[in-house]
Nanobody, 122 residues
Framework: QVQLVESGGGLVQAGGSLRLSCAAS????????MGWFRQAPGKEREFVAA???????TYYADSVKGRFTISRDNANTIYLQMKSLKPEDTAVYYC????????????????WGQGTQVTVSS
């Protein structure tokens, strides 16, 4: 099992920045990739960004390219640096980990955090 704990959400004005963190613990050695998804009220959970654990390759949704950056450190934590935030970025952001595959769909991910709210005011 892998446990994921997110932090760093909050309220920010449009154009502002936030950094989300996700600390992984447990069987982290089995993780192939970690990513961020988000879910706005009444909408499906959507892919935001992902990073492969060993090589550090990164992938982004078109809607956040150039504004968001995913990264990791050597202490089993990944980050999502969000800049130039827009009201449409408002959502609950979830950290996820997969043992087998990197996907833009949430289904293959094996582990999920509890989510952190990001609200961008106009």
């Amino acid at each position: 099992q892998v446990q994921l704990v997110e932090s760093g959400g909050g309220l920010v004005q449009a154009g502002g920045s936030l950094r989300l963190s996700c600390a992984a613990s447990g069987r982290v050695f089995s993780v192939y990739c970690m990513g961020w998804f988000r879910q706005a009220p009444g909408k499906e959970r959507e892919f935001v960004a992902a990073i492969t654990w060993s090589s550090g390759n990164t992938y982004y949704a078109d809607s956040v390219k150039g504004r968001f950056t995913i990264s990791r450190d050597n202490a089993n934590t990944i980050y999502l640096q969000m800049k130039s935030l827009k009201p449409e970025d408002t959502a609950v952001y979830y950290c996820a980990a997969s043992d087998t595959v990197l996907s833009h769909n949430p289904q293959p991910y094996d582990y999920w955090g509890q989510g952190t709210q990001v609200t961008v005011s106009s």
